[in-house]
């Protein structure tokens, strides 16, 4: 069973960045591939990035893509999340997931088994 606790959110004006954290409980952290999804108000949870248990293989949705970094450190049990040049259309409650599997290959939050409780992140104009 993996716990993963979300850090890292604020509000932030647009064209600023933000870093978030992804703490995770459990010995088997570095075999998990992880996520980061995100939810507006009046939307479904959308899928942002992903990292295979390695770091070797990421995604992108292509909203994020040359903006967003994802990375992990399998030794402190964290995943990142660095948001670079924010849009007010980023604002969101992100939440960080884990698989068991070593890496996702989809895009749907039931891809994912574990969740976080949220951080949020507030873009102003």
């Known amino acids: 069973q993996v716990q993963l606790v979300e850090s890292g959110g604020g509000l932030v004006q647009a064209g600023g960045s933000l870093r978030l954290s992804c703490a995770a409980s459990?010995?088997?952290?570095?075999?998990?591939?992880m996520g980061w999804f995100r939810q507006a108000p009046g939307k479904e949870r959308e899928f942002v990035a992903t990292?295979?248990?390695?770091?070797?293989?990421?995604r992108y949705a292509d909203p994020v893509k040359g903006r967003f970094t994802i990375s992990r450190d399998n030794a402190k049990n964290t995943v990142y999340l660095q948001m670079n040049s924010l849009k007010p259309e980023d604002t969101a409650v992100y939440y960080c997931?884990?698989?068991?599997?070593?890496?996702?290959?989809?895009?749907?939050?039931?891809?994912?088994?574990?969740w976080g409780q949220g951080t949020q992140v507030t873009v102003s104009s």
């Open positions: 990292i295979n248990w390695s770091g070797g293989n990421i």
């Open positions: 997931a884990a698989d068991p599997r070593p890496v996702v290959f989809g895009s749907s939050s039931r891809d994912f088994n574990h």
């Open positions: 459990g010995r088997t952290f570095s075999s998990y591939a």
